[in-house]
């Protein structure tokens, strides 16, 4: 009786999950129609699929020590999200309505973009903040720095923008994401230097929406891999993105820079970025070899226990920097205080540094 | 010893001549189950653990009005409490979750069987006559009864505390879109009914322990044990790949029913597999219990 009730819990618990998870039944997933690379490109560049909802898994293999509590927590902070793995459920109908809602342990954060209103609020301290949209601001502006490449589809625009001569662009064998059968669309670099094997996309076989975005360095699991593992087409509620600050909150307002202001001044918007950000960086190479040069300065962030961590992750070299490693991005650290950062081998860093002294 | 006294006395009644139609038999059950629940709810020991799980939330709701914390100080929901007492509800069981409501639970499911067997009450009981398998539902119903009547005292005492404290406002839930207090209770409401299939679990599992051995002190230690194993397992990152099954992985769950999309499916899934480990401990405490030897 026992060994049958074992049993049968066991086979309840796993039969749907294989059921619904694979093509073992044979149902449902057909092959797809065989598609060039520049066909599927050209299809993703003109999706025309406005609305989706669905979850989404991030996950990052850094080999970074993650956070105490970081796979819990809804922080949309980049120190949690650069080791576990983070489920956020997503809605979108269209540019101008979208919401991201970060899931935690009894925590949630939430990014909701309303017409020309931006909202975030967070769950444990209950902050809110809002910005007004100008009618003209680019894409990457309307979501806050630290999510940006969160969503299988904003990761997979970062990567398709990126392509360039150096790219070798194929077509893989058909995958199965979120229950869809998918076309797999592979970057890969043509030139050495550079830690990324392969960049795997992908793409939904009958709307061209990419579903799964894995980025491999040189182990055999993606170092970082962000997919839906449901999603659905229909429109969502317009509830969903109707946010009201909650009574008796504390509404912080931010304001975004136009498009049209930042080109009109760039030296007032450099002199924007550098109050907000206390390290002005600058881009050595290009494409997949590029590193971004900067100095950290004394930043508020870097404070004990980043110190800590810094000092048991990096490499000191002969001549006194240190190197910090990991499966896809390395960093440098001068000695004067300078930092080097990039998917490209210590090599390159090296070469980087020594050509940008001083 | 007055309460095993006191449990012989209470079911000696109970045997029926045996041209008893069935509809006594059912009466006889629900007896013995009213017989058992008294015994455990007369039980000073018992009393004082509910008492100490009332005081969680009145500790906590009056630690509130004394300080006022800052937002995203201390357990979750604290900061929120001064704005609305139904807060108070979700921080006192959160609090109570990983070690109070274990604790409890495993006292009164590790001493449910082996506390009879080491009183050598446990043969009495059975020549009533009570079949084992009837004794086991019996015993089932009243921890099942008993781990309610815990989880409730946590909330409903925190709802009061709470209430009076602070007042019942508009529900400001997890991902920031405000709701009635009407609603927020009815979430309430759920999120207790969910912490009670959580834990009864564990419950089934002090069922299971408490047949093993005649030791009642043991099977209670070893059904804390079982929780407190599970929680460290679930805090090494490099098992992350048994988090998902494990017992007390999906305990603090109840949050997504605090959210503006609650996903529905994945309650439902944590709710079975809660069920799932009840089912697996409660057979084999059968198992256990119809094959072995009752020699006290």
């Known amino acids: ?358 | 010893m007055s309460s095993a006294e006191m449990s012989t006395a209470e079911v000696t009644v109970l045997p029926r001549p045996s041209f008893a139609p069935p509809r006594t038999q059912r009466g006889a059950f629900w007896r013995l189950y009213r017989s058992e629940m008294r015994l455990l709810l007369r039980r000073r020991r018992n009393i004082a653990l509910l008492a100490v799980l009332a005081i969680v939330p009145l500790l906590i709701g009056v630690a509130v009005k004394i300080s006022t914390p800052r937002n995203g100080e201390g357990p979750a929901f604290l900061g929120q409490i001064t704005g609305n007492g139904l807060f108070l509800v979700f921080t006192a069981l959160t609090v109570a979750l990983p070690l109070f409501l274990p604790l409890v639970i495993g006292v009164v499911a590790g001493d449910s069987i082996a506390g009879e067997a080491g009183n050598g009450t446990l043969r009495y009981l059975l020549t009533v006559p009570v079949t084992r398998t009837r004794l086991l539902a019996v015993k089932t119903l009243g921890v099942a009864s008993f781990t309610a009547l815990a989880v409730l005292t946590v909330a409903l005492v925190g709802l009061v505390v709470g209430g009076v404290l602070f007042g019942l406002h508009a529900f400001t839930l997890l991902s920031g879109d405000t709701v009635s207090a009407a609603s927020g209770l009815v979430r309430a409401v759920f999120v207790a009914a969910y912490v009670v299939i959580a834990l009864f679990a564990l419950a089934a599992g002090g069922l299971f322990i408490s047949t093993l051995t005649e030791n009642a002190i043991a099977a209670m230690a070893t059904t804390i044990g079982l929780a407190v194993f599970s929680a460290l397992l679930d805090a090494v990152p490099q098992l992350d790949r048994i988090h998902g099954a494990l017992l007390t992985d999906h305990w603090l769950g109840f949050g997504e029913l605090l959210r503006s999309n609650v996903d529905a499916a994945a309650l439902i899934r944590w709710s079975l597999l809660h069920l799932g480990y009840a089912a697996v401990f409660l057979s084999l405490a059968w198992a256990r219990l119809s094959t072995k030897d009752i020699t006290s």
């Open chain 1, 1 to 358: 009786m026992p060994v049958v009730t074992a049993g049968l819990v066991a086979a309840a618990a796993v039969l749907p999950g294989s059921a619904f998870s694979s093509a073992a039944f044979g149902n449902g997933h057909t092959a797809l129609q065989p598609r060039t690379p520049a066909e599927l490109l050209a299809a993703v560049r003109t999706s025309s699929v406005r609305s989706v909802s669905g979850t989404v898994v991030e996950t990052t293999r850094l080999g970074l020590p993650p956070l105490p509590g970081a796979d819990r927590s809804a922080s949309l902070q980049w120190q949690s999200l650069v080791a576990g793995s983070h489920t956020a459920r997503v809605w979108a109908d269209g540019p101008g309505r979208q919401r991201l809602a970060m899931l935690g342990q009894l925590a949630e954060s939430d990014v909701v973009r309303n017409g020309q209103d931006l909202w975030t609020y967070a769950s444990d301290t209950t902050a809110v903040t809002h910005a007004v949209v100008p009618s003209d601001a680019s894409k990457a502006m309307t979501a806050p720095a630290d999510i940006r490449g969160f969503t299988p589809q904003a990761a997979a625009d970062k990567a398709l923008q990126a392509i360039d001569p150096t790219t070798a662009v194929s077509v893989r064998a058909d995958a199965v994401v979120a229950g869809r059968t998918t076309y797999t669309l592979r970057l890969a670099p043509r030139t050495a230097g550079s830690t990324i094997r392969q960049v795997l996309i992908a793409v939904d076989g009958a709307t061209s929406v990419p579903l799964r975005v894995q980025v491999y360095g040189a182990g055999s699991s993606p170092a970082f891999e962000t997919a839906f593992t449901d999603i659905s087409f229909a429109r969502p509620a317009a509830t969903v993105f109707a946010f009201v600050p909650p009574a008796g909150a504390s509404v912080t307002t931010r304001s975004l820079l136009s498009r049209t202001q930042a080109g009109s001044s760039d030296k007032a918007a450099a002199r924007l970025r550098a109050a907000a950000e206390p390290m002005a960086s600058m881009m050595i190479g290009s494409g997949w070899t590029s590193i971004a040069a900067f100095r950290p300065g004394n930043s508020p962030r870097r404070d004990a226990s980043t110190a800590t961590m810094l000092d048991q992750l990096s490499t000191v070299q002969p001549n006194g920097d240190r190197l910090v490693r990991t499966p896809l991005v390395n960093a440098l650290l001068t000695r004067d205080g300078r930092a080097f950062v990039g998917a490209v081998t210590p090599e390159l860093l090296l070469r980087a540094a020594a050509g940008n002294a001083g």
